[in-house]
């Protein structure tokens, strides 16, 4: 069988082109080239399917090893795997199930690097290390940290985004060889590999880079690929169950309630039951603050908050707190810089689930105006008042589809908008914009670059963040008087 599947190969390298007419003739009818031509297609195919996926090692010299499982017995584990009919022949169905894309750890011999292991802790460490052309970064780390959390709901485990080299799980967009020993095979074929816990390469994942990764069904989800690659990361094996997340062939799932009774079951019996998250009150945006939400890990954190490269998407003073958005992650920072709380916006205000692109706070009426695209909400306490408004309604011309950021001065009345090199003033008391307005903000914030990210208004003075740093502003002498890291006012 093995001389002759090396025969098949040199065959398929130097096949002629395919012609219609009966090239062999076989009882029962009889075969053309083209047919010839596709068999031993098929048959390379399956050779490697089962040398990668089911250990199967085929004897290449001319002496048949009695002790070397034969191709019909590896076929019918892999029938009895995928529960089709072990008959021991490339039939329609295997051949279906072959070429169907999957991941590339084997059925039923893991990438072993320390079989059956699991981490011997509960807080797990990843970071990106290499990402893929075909998502915004922005987009990949979300469906990263979102297929982790599948996990984190079901377990004790918590996840936190790092970005050094040495984390426990490294996840990488990769081609062909890649310096583990387990090449890719290019499009269509195996799709992402996981390792199991351990130290080096245990945990990591590496996602094939020739597929089209997409966050949708128009091409392969990545949200669905990276779960079932994080469950080998945490020890899982394959599942011959096609509705277990573990089931190694790719399929189109529903992205809510992934895990089957036996994902969970499994993962359970590895770490144990999943924690209760514990209940927060609601946030009160009246100083003092009566309540906090603290002490817990979030899988969706991203707890490096001193990363050099941290900026933020919109910044406010609330009270004597001050308000850091970043993605759909908060960081809060009341009194002084020790005092940090974090976790995802939607902990502090439930009703909130889009990043905050500008926010600001009117402490005349307890309130705060967080801005995302081209509209807004008015938040008092942790709830949303009245209906998502377009900022046209504040007076915007038609073509300003987005707020940079927003800063609003108590000791004037007025709210500043900025978009790009342009700001806008707005008398809250009025609530009018003000005729003179659009004016150029290098014209009366000279020395400020644009365009700003973030800005707030604290002891006189103005705190426009732009990039991963903060310029501390003199509003009288007009000038900056200190230029300091982003995450400083983290404590960083």
């Known amino acids: 069988m093995g001389i002759w599947l090396g025969l098949a190969c040199v065959f398929a390298l130097f096949a002629l082109p395919c012609f219609a ?39 290449l010299t001319s002496r048949s ?39 590339g750890v084997p059925d039923v011999e893991e990438y072993v690097h320390n079989r059956g292991n699991r981490w011997q802790k ?11 052309n075909d998502l915004p970064q922005a987009t990949v780390d979300s469906l990263i ?41 290019g499009p269509r074929g195996t799709l992402a590999h996981a390792f199991d816990p351990g130290e080096g390469i245990g945990g990591d994942v590496h996602f094939d880079d020739e597929e089209n990764w997409t966050a949708d069904s128009n091409g392969f989800n990545l949200y669905l690929v990276a779960a079932h690659e994080f469950g080998h990361a945490l020890g ?11 089931y190694p062939s790719y399929k ?37 603050f009566n309540s906090w939400y603290s002490g817990f890990y979030f899988p969706m954190g991203l707890k490096d908050k001193c990363n050099p490269d941290l900026s933020f998407d919109s910044v406010t003073t609330l009270g004597e707190a001050i308000f850091f958005f970043k993605g759909r992650y908060l960081w809060i920072r009341h009194n002084n810089k020790n005092d940090i709380k974090e976790g995802p916006i939607s902990n502090f205000m439930p009703n909130i689930t889009s990043k905050i692109d500008a926010a600001y706070w009117v402490p005349q009426r307890s309130a705060a105006y967080l801005f995302s695209g081209s509209s807004y909400w008015t ?38 908008f900025f978009t790009q090199h342009l700001y806008w003033r707005f008398n809250e008391n009025q609530k009018t914009m003000e005729d003179s307005y659009p004016r150029k903000i290098s014209e009366d914030f000279p020395g400020i670059p644009t365009p700003i990210s973030a800005a707030f208004y604290k002891n006189g003075f103005l705190h426009f963040f732009i990039g991963v740093e903060v310029y501390k502003y003199n509003i009288k002498l007009r000038k900056i008087i200190d230029i300091n890291k982003a995450n400083s006012w983290l404590g960083c």
Request: hydrophobic share 35%.
């Open 145 to 185: 940290a979102s297929a982790l959390d599948v996990w984190a709901k079901a377990s004790p485990l918590r996840f936190f985004r790092s970005y050094s080299q040495h984390a426990d799980i490294m996840v990488k967009f990769v081609t062909k060889n890649h310096g583990d020993s387990f090449p890719f095979d």
């Open 122 to 132: 509960n807080v797990i460490t990843y970071s990106v290390g290499k990402y893929t």
């Open 379 to 416: 938040v008092k306490g942790s709830q949303v008042k009245g209906r998502r408004k377009n900022i046209s309604s504040l007076g915007f011309p038609t073509w300003v589809k987005q707020i940079d950021s927003a800063v609003h001065i108590h000791k004037t009345v007025h709210t500043l």
């Open 21 to 59: 007419a009966p090239l062999l003739q076989l009882k029962g009818g009889s075969v053309t080239a083209c047919e010839d031509e596709k068999t031993n297609n098929d048959l390379i195919l399956a050779d490697k399917y089962l040398q990668r996926f089911y250990a199967f090692q085929p004897d």
């Open 236 to 246: 899982l094996r394959h599942s011959q169950n096609p509705e277990s997340l573990m």
């Open 252 to 288: 189109i799932r529903k992205t809510v309630n992934l895990l089957s009774s036996e994902d969970i079951r499994k993962i359970k019996a590895l770490y144990g039951p999943s924690i209760q998250r514990p209940f927060h009150p609601r946030l009160s945006w009246n100083y003092p």
């Open 65 to 103: 090893k009695r002790s070397l499982p034969s191709f019909s017995s590896k076929l019918k584990d892999m029938q009895n795997f995928f529960r089709l009919n072990q008959t021991g022949t490339l039939d329609p169905d295997t051949l279906a199930v072959m070429k169907t894309p999957r991941c």
